[in-house]
């Protein structure tokens, strides 16, 4: 017996189980569906970085099966296969969340035609194929595309009507520190553990150039074979220090001073409005559009040419040996936490679902 009730549906590689900010992002959906009496779908993957998050027993999570042919082409049409017969139940006039253009080659036109379609922003315009055969064929499906700031919006605008997008950053789920960060030499990054995209190798040519008062500490998760050759970068380096997972981001940022980043691109850096909230100053490189957004360069941190590393060097030196420096960098990032505060981002996602249900 189908559904009769419209669903809210997400796609995703990962399970929203995991740790990181699309994950995020889904869990504050979970959230919102419950708000609005309707259901909520989680459709994955894999949870290759294991389970941290515990769903509400209302979520309906299901795992799609691995396609056992060798051959692409034929793998892909099990993976239509499976999609369809999982979702048959739900029927149609649902929404159906996708991260990425290329989640669209999973799903027949048929369910598609049927559905509303939301493709959210997940990781640098370039980086995303908007320019792909499977794109062009398949876009006319989609109903509203939401970016992160004005200056993606520009760019899909050369692929998309201007119209069909909207801008939603990502919404803090941490509640926003009162006072100042403390002042000290203690530097912090919380991250994926992907050295393709997150660049340790930068990070740790960066804390070598720092006097040995300073200290870094990672937190992550990952594939255990980046985990090991992410200890094995830094196991010569007596003030890097792998965490592993953090389950309470509050209150491990608020053990240190700075918050820094390398990555070679990101989509919106959800770690970064967390630091933001706890008053952590960031130094981070310029890699991607939202990093101006979320981190007012000589306000709230620094924003250093990716791969200048003697620059990125010399800002975080400035934090970390200016304490009335330090701390005007600190309150400010305090003031402009509102502009990610969870219940407002929340409530344009409310909006965003009300509408097309």
């Keep these: 017996m189908k559904n009769n009730k419209p669903a809210i549906i997400s796609f995703h590689i990962n399970s929203a189980t995991g740790i990181g900010g699309l994950e995020t992002l889904m869990q504050?959906?979970?959230?919102?569906?419950?708000?609005?009496?309707?259901?909520?779908?989680?459709?994955?993957?894999?949870?290759?970085?294991?389970?941290?998050?515990?769903?509400?027993?209302?979520?309906?999570?299901?795992?799609?099966?691995?396609?056992?042919?060798?051959?692409?082409?034929?793998?892909?049409?099990?993976?239509?296969?499976?999609?369809?017969n999982k979702l048959d139940i739900f029927g149609s006039g649902n929404i159906i969340i996708l991260f990425n253009p290329?989640?669209?080659?999973?799903?027949?036109?048929?369910?598609?035609?049927?559905?509303?379609?939301?493709?959210?922003?997940?990781?640098?315009?370039e980086i995303l194929n908007f320019k792909s055969t499977i794109f062009n064929l398949k876009k006319h499906y989609i109903d509203l595309f939401t970016v992160y700031t004005k200056s993606d919006k520009e760019k899909l605008s050369q692929e998309v009507p201007h119209n069909k997008i909207s801008i939603i950053p990502r919404g803090c789920k941490l509640e926003t520190k009162t006072e100042p960060a403390i002042f000290s030499k203690k530097l912090v990054a919380i991250t994926r553990v992907r050295e393709e995209q997150k660049n340790f190798s930068d990070m740790v040519k960066i804390v070598k150039k720092l006097p040995k008062e300073y200290s870094l500490d990672i937190y992550g998760t990952g594939r255990k074979e980046e985990i090991e050759s992410l200890k094995?970068?830094?196991?010569?380096?007596?003030?890097?220090?792998?965490?592993?997972?953090?389950?309470?981001?509050?209150?491990?940022?608020?053990?240190?001073?700075?918050?820094?980043?390398?990555?070679?691109?990101?989509?919106f850096g959800q770690t970064l409005i967390e630091a933001r909230s706890q008053g952590l100053p960031v130094v981070l490189y310029d890699s991607f559009d939202a990093a101006p957004w979320v981190v007012k360069d000589k306000k709230t941190g620094f924003l250093i040419e990716p791969y200048n590393i003697d620059g990125f060097v010399e800002s975080v030196r400035k934090l970390c040996e200016n304490k009335e420096l330090f701390l005007k960098f600190s309150k400010n990032s305090l003031n402009y936490a509102f502009e990610t505060d969870s219940s407002q981002i929340e409530k344009m996602w409310t909006d965003v679902f009300s509408t097309l249900l």
Excluded: C, W
């Design 28 to 84: 504050s959906f979970h959230k919102i569906a419950k708000t609005l009496k309707t259901t909520y779908v989680e459709l994955f993957l894999r949870n290759d970085f294991g389970s941290f998050v515990k769903l509400d027993d209302s979520i309906i999570s299901i795992p799609l099966s691995d396609p056992k042919s060798k051959y692409p082409k034929l793998r892909l049409q099990e993976r239509r296969a499976d999609i369809e």
């Design 102 to 125: 290329y989640y669209l080659a999973f799903f027949k036109d048929k369910i598609l035609k049927q559905n509303k379609i939301i493709l959210i922003q997940s990781n640098k315009i």
């Design 232 to 267: 094995q970068k830094i196991k010569n380096h007596p003030n890097i220090f792998f965490k592993g997972v953090t389950l309470d981001a509050k209150e491990t940022l608020r053990r240190y001073s700075v918050f820094i980043m390398t990555s070679h691109f990101e989509g």
